[in-house]
Nanobody, 123 residues
Framework: DVQLVESGGGLVQAGRSLRLSCTAA????????MGWFRRAPGKEREGVSC????????VYADAVKGRFTISRDVGKNTLYLQMDMLKPEDTAMYYC????????????????WGQGTQVTVSS
């Protein structure tokens, strides 16, 4: 069974930083596109950032470009999302996901999902 377990969410003031982690079991990060998605109350789910199985390509949503950085540690089978300069509009449930596909324009539809970690940014 595939398991994706997120951690690192919390309550933070605008302008501060958080780092999300996603530890994977049942798959390896160098075999899937790994990514972060989020869903805010009353809004559609959106792909935040994804990294190709090669580790050489990444894609970001326009809303987070220049503020968020996706990375991975294949040895630890862990995915990260460094979130800097957080804004209240970043408040959402953040989900780790894995996809067998890659797109340079947006995060591809995932095959596997984590349970999510809540990020709340106060103004």
């Amino acid at each position: 069974d595939v398991q994706l377990v997120e951690s690192g969410g919390g309550l933070v003031q605008a302008g501060r930083s958080l780092r999300l982690s996603c530890t994977a079991a049942g798959l390896t990060l160098d075999a899937y596109t790994m990514g972060w998605f989020r869903r805010a109350p009353g809004k559609e789910r959106e792909g935040v950032s994804c990294i190709k199985w090669t580790g050489s390509d990444t894609v970001y949503a326009d809303a987070v470009k220049g503020r968020f950085t996706i990375s991975r540690d294949v040895g630890k089978n862990t995915l990260y999302l460094q979130m800097d300069m957080l804004k209240p509009e970043d408040t959402a449930m953040y989900y780790c996901a894995a996809s067998p596909a890659w797109s340079p324009r947006r995060c591809a539809d995932p095959q596997f999902w984590g349970q999510g970690t809540q990020v709340t940014v106060s103004s």
